[in-house]
DNA sequence: AGCCAGGGAGTCG
DNA sequence: CGACTCCATGGC
């Protein structure tokens, strides 16, 4: 943690390496990041926080010393990115990805944050994902700041009488939120049974949630378990793999599968060439 | 006005 | 297994 530094009111991270807070927060992995300016302001893990880039320096304001395992976890500057994306531009589609979004990293949010979140995403957009999550929040997390709401425990949801999701207006979402936050309040479901678990076992096991099927379990093995081999595949990305890896990932990127699969994610959803491109496959 | 969205459960063959 | 349908809601 030696390129933590405290500062007036938050703490300073040097020389992040390939880092982009608009582009990690706004590819479709993280709901609970506003953009004001050239701040970005979020909830995460019970922290309210901005968050601003310097140059090559990162500042996290309303973050203390001790909080830098935490965010340094969370932003994956742990990972070596600059080889990472050496190896994912052997590729010609992943070198346009990678060239489109150079500042994207997985992030490591937190597991519960991760499964409600990925529930909610079932047959519905990013935009509209990101108002139920702030809904939800609202309706039953604790308001840390006036405004700020932390994403609510697994007993307050497992709990809350269904009539209650009303203002969430998440629709028959509501049965699954509730039976997995069940199974996590009864520690039947928990983050460190999970991290025991190999890979296929521990999304077997996100299976037999109500709810949860093959495609939230992938989100949230990648996005709140850091799996990063594992490569979540909605219908989108089944055609543009099906179109530019016929035979699945070269083995060059085996263990960042699902790396790889988020700048080709963010690629062909945001890039109008690359998204016309995806449509014929 | 419709179309469709980072899906999954239920049903039928 | 695979192909269907329905689900509740609202961005665009």
Redesign the pocket.
């Known amino acids: 943690m030696e390129n933590w530094e405290a500062i007036e009111g938050g703490v300073r991270r040097k020389d992040t390496g390939p880092l982009d807070l608009r582009q990690c927060f706004f590819?479709?992995?993280a709901f609970r990041f506003s953009a004001f300016e050239t701040e970005y302001r979020g909830v995460v893990g019970g922290k309210a926080v901005v968050l601003l880039q310097q140059g090559d320096n990162l500042v996290i304001m309303g973050a203390a010393l001790e909080d830098a395992p935490f965010w340094e976890r969370y932003l994956a500057l742990d990972e070596d990115y600059a080889a990472m994306q050496a190896a994912l531009c052997r590729n010609p589609v992943l070198r346009r990805a990678v060239a489109h979004a150079p500042g994207l990293r997985v992030l490591r949010q937190p597991f519960f944050e991760m499964l409600i979140t990925?529930?909610l995403?079932?047959?519905?957009?990013?935009?509209?994902?990101t108002?139920m999550v702030e809904r939800l929040c609202q309706t039953f997390g604790e308001e840390k700041e006036i405004g700020v709401f932390l994403f609510p425990t697994p007993q307050r949801l497992a709990e809350a009488a269904p009539e209650a999701f009303?203002p969430v207006?998440?629709?028959?979402?509501v049965k699954?939120i509730q039976s997995a936050a069940q199974m996590v309040a009864q520690g039947i479901l928990t983050e460190e049974i999970l991290q025991a678990l190999p890979t296929p076992e521990a999304k077997a096991l996100l299976?037999t949630?109500?709810?949860?099927?093959?495609?939230?379990?992938?989100?949230v093995l990648?996005?709140g378990l850091g799996r990063q081999e594992v490569?979540?595949?909605?219908?989108?990305?089944q055609r543009a793999m099906a179109r530019y890896f016929p035979k699945g990932f070269p083995r060059y990127l085996k263990g960042c599968e699902g790396i790889a699969?988020?700048y080709l994610?963010?690629y062909i959803?945001t890039c109008p060439a690359a998204r016309k491109e995806g449509k014929r496959a």
């Open positions: 590819c479709g992995q990925f529930i995403s079932q047959n519905n957009h990013i935009p509209r994902i108002g009303a207006r998440a629709g028959y979402r699954a299976c949630v109500y709810g949860v099927g093959p495609k939230v379990a992938e989100c990648l996005f490569a979540p595949m909605d219908v989108w990305m699969q988020q994610f963010h959803r």
